[in-house]
């Protein structure tokens, strides 16, 4: 590829792309994003005269349409959501009602929350830039120093914190913080659509915990919430706050021009028919094993060639792929960011980026790095400023750089699997090209049903809206210990309950008969002598330490509800570029000891998942198909692990583990059929098994395309006969306790899901299954028995019948 050039670099990039051959094959579609000029608006009279002066300083003569519009709705007290573009520069729009009040008014205060400390610190960047010594900004976090946490409380006019420490830290010592509260004005909201499912439910009752607390101080603060392009903002941001909020979405800022690649990696292993394709009647030929389930976590273990589980056809690795271009795109000069969707790929694309460039140079391969959550907060604090500098030309990250932390100047952004929304897609191709340049965006799609249906179906991203936000502030298993914890800050009232939403009387009643509150004519009081210990961000417990067994170093840490298959005894850890192994997992103590290692293989942990019907609470029932949505009662358990080499995927072995079961009771969608839909779709009874087990995977893939949700926020499990249900039955689950809403929409929207499941298994080239239409990246069963055609014909009826 040739080196870009100013404002055509991405041109100049995307004709590389082409250049190479085989990187042209696995372009299916360039869709060219045009660029849009911006519409600006007066400065609003009321805006503080030295503020105004240092934002034109700054170069920005006057504010967007759209920014103008939310601050004079905030201004006049009301509250707002700016739901526009990424890089639309909605920080302006909230910032101009926010610090014209703080510096109006000594007394006022204001509060931001942001889903990321990197986020917060950025903004805290921001506002310090514009040396308003009218304004006392700070930053409360867990990484705050004790001895700042009190200056803050007493002096800070503008606090920058994320909705756990506003949930652990600033809530329950709301006395101390007495004179911010009194002082509220506004609170800031920002990136507001992540907050969603289980997390989204917790944010929602936490921000009615702050209303209530506010409301003892004598403040009723205006809400000013900011949101990537999202469907029905405004229902979003209500129900996540408790409060009717205007609209703004129509966006005035300008946009640079972008060339946006769908990339499918190629077939590393082909069967002599497999370009037969399908018959005229759209079925796929081809046959496959004969079902059980899936528990929706974990990553593709595949590796880069070769023959992949039972003898499929597997992709090149798009952790691989992704290394590549990144590597290209670095050598040429194109300061790239490639998100993908795990801690380890963060890891395996940096390192393999850097091994490739250092046959250019040294000095070239140290300027790649991989960027996650588990780092010390000193290391993400370096990586930002070499990032903000230009000293690093390419950063493999998770979504924690999704965000809008301010990196000006990208070139390319790649990503390396569909991140599940619409919405984030569209935020992360949206980091590149933030001067008005050209910019390139590549989606490289995974060995996944989704993403393959994706890439070969480019209207169903770029012909429609985004996705909404989905999660349930009523869910029960958040609603509960978020009343436990209102009650343990004051006591709860019957006016309180009109607050927490509809199901709060009797969530409260079950808490009285737990012992866990107790009635007085004054409230409802809590009972015990500590504080409820609540994780909003459903992780299921605190987060697992890893620890290097000979010095007691700190690497890092793992979610709760990933350990038993991140870092169980034996599993391969990744770190900064170095492998460690892991010796123990010590579960009562929620750390794993792990010493330093390299081995040729990578592992896979294997799980065994059941589930029973603990009650059906809406459902469609026809002639042949039956349709319910209801609470199930899961059962999974961690039961061993694979070995596979790095290089080929070869299973080296299995290897057996002992780890306790756990339990969830969540809500499901779930089909049944009769014996006699099975007989008129062809499906022999020794291929129900692995027709279901295939429908089940695919369905759980395509789920991501109807609700705000990725891959491992579900679960799934198939069988031939049910004992619930007395039929061949089909379930998937939200993965988290309570449920989180996947589910209900899959239920409302199950012809479309079933259809365009249907239509991933057709379209799929390999001839009996594999990850891009059935496989499973962590199957409990292996990914055994599954039959492709069987599932096809099983599907084509069922959708026939539900319509």
Request: glycine letters at 10%; aromatic letters at 6%; proline letters at 6%.
């Amino acid at each position: 590829m040739g080196s870009p050039a100013d404002i055509g670099g991405a041109d100049t990039v995307l004709a590389g792309l082409r250049r190479d051959a085989r990187r042209a094959q696995c372009m299916t579609h360039v869709e060219p994003v045009a660029a849009r000029p911006g519409r600006r608006a007066p400065w609003p009279e009321w805006v503080d005269p030295v503020l105004r002066g240092r934002w034109v300083a700054a170069g920005i003569d006057a504010p967007w349409t759209h920014q103008a519009a939310a601050a004079d709705a905030a201004h006049a007290g009301r509250s707002v959501v700016l739901a526009t573009g990424t890089a639309s520069g909605k920080s302006l729009g909230y910032l101009m009602p926010v610090l014209s009040r703080l510096l109006a008014q000594p007394g006022a205060r204001a509060l931001y929350l942001s889903p990321t400390k990197a986020l917060a610190h950025d903004q805290l960047r921001a506002v310090r830039a514009l040396r308003l010594t009218g304004v006392r900004a700070a930053t409360y976090d867990g990484d705050t120093p004790a001895a700042e946490r009190d200056w803050v409380r007493a002096h800070a006019g503008l606090v920058l914190t994320n909705p756990d420490m506003l949930h652990r830290g600033i809530l329950p010592q709301h006395r101390r913080w007495a004179q911010f509260l009194r002082g509220l004005r506004f609170v800031v909201i920002d990136e507001c659509h992540g907050y969603r499912g289980v997390f989204g439910a917790h944010v929602a009752a936490v921000i009615r915990r702050l209303r209530r607390v506010c409301a003892r101080y004598g403040s009723q603060p205006v809400f000013l919430l900011a949101s990537a392009t999202t469907a029905d903002p405004g229902l979003s941001a209500g129900r996540l706050t408790g409060v009717d909020v205007e609209v703004i979405d129509d966006d005035g800022a300008p946009r640079g021009p972008m060339d946006f690649v769908l990339y499918e990696p190629p077939l590393l292993w082909r069967r002599p028919a497999e370009r037969e394709g399908s018959d005229a009647s759209g079925e796929p030929r081809g046959a496959g094993g004969n079902g059980a389930g899936e528990n929706g976590a974990g990553e593709n273990g595949v590796g880069e060639y070769g023959v992949g589980e039972n003898g499929a056809p597997v992709r090149r690795s798009v952790t691989a792929e992704s290394a590549d271009l990144l590597a290209d795109l670095v050598a040429d000069g194109v300061r790239t960011l490639v998100f993908v969707r795990s801690r380890r790929s963060a890891e395996v694309v940096a390192v393999t980026a850097r091994r490739e460039l250092g046959h250019i140079g040294a000095d070239l391969a140290e300027r790649v790095a991989a960027y996650r959550a588990g780092y010390l907060p000193e290391e993400r604090r370096e990586l930002e400023r070499r990032l903000r500098a230009g000293d690093l030309l390419g950063v493999a990250t998770t979504s924690a750089l999704e965000l809008g932390v301010d990196i000006s100047g990208l070139d390319a952004t790649v990503t390396a699997g569909f991140p599940g929304t619409l919405a984030s897609l569209w935020q992360q191709a949206g980091r590149a090209g933030r001067d008005g340049q050209r910019s390139l965006a590549v989606l490289v799609a995974r060995d996944d049903p989704l993403d393959t249906y994706l890439v070969h179906h480019p209207e169903a991203v770029f012909g429609r809206s985004v996705e909404a936000c989905v999660f349930d502030p009523d869910n029960p298993y958040v609603l509960a210990p978020q009343l436990e914890c209102a009650a343990a800050e004051l006591p709860l009232t019957e006016a309180d309950l009109g607050l927490f939403g509809p199901a709060a009387a009797r969530v409260v009643d079950d808490l009285v008969r737990r012992g866990r509150l107790r009635r007085r004519p004054t409230g409802w009081f809590w009972t015990q002598r500590g504080r409820p210990e609540v994780d909003i961000r459903g992780a299921g417990g605190p987060p697992v330490r890893i620890v290097e067994t000979a010095t007691g170093r700190l690497l890092g840490t793992v979610d709760a509800a990933a350990a038993h298959s991140a870092v169980h005894p034996g599993a391969v850890y990744l770190h900064q570029g170095s492998s460690f192994v892991v010796d123990d997992l010590d579960l009562p103590e929620a750390v794993a000891f792990v010493h330093e290692e390299s081995p040729e293989w990578t592992t896979v942990a294997r799980e065994h998942t059941d589930i029973r019907i603990v009650e059906s609470t809406r459902s469609r029932v026809l002639p042949d198909v039956e349709v319910h949505l209801g609470v199930v009662e899961v059962t999974s358990q961690v039961v061993g692990y694979q070995r596979r080499l790095v290089a080929t995927g070869e299973v080296l072995g299995q290897e057996p583990l002992d780890l306790p079961p756990r339990q969830l009771r969540t809500r499901a969608v779930w089909y049944t059929v009769t014996d006699a839909l099975l007989a008129g779709a062809d499906v022999e009874s020794a291929d129900v098994p692995g027709a279901v087990h295939a429908a089940e995977h695919a369905a759980i893939g395509l789920l991501p395309l109807f609700a705000t949700c990725d891959r491992w926020d579900i679960g799934g499990v198939s069988t031939a006969l049910h004992a619930d249900t007395g039929r061949t039955s089909v379930f998937v689950y939200d993965g988290h306790a309570g449920g989180a809403g996947f589910a209900e929409r899959g239920f409302l929207r199950i012809g479309d899901w079933l259809a365009a499941t249907r239509d991933a298994i057709g379209a799929c080239e390999c001839p009996a299954g594999c990850p891009s239409c059935v496989q499973s990246p962590k199957c409990g069963n292996g990914n055994e028995p599954l039959d492709k055609a069987a599932a096809w014909r099983l599907l084509a009826a069922v959708t026939a019948a539900v319509g």
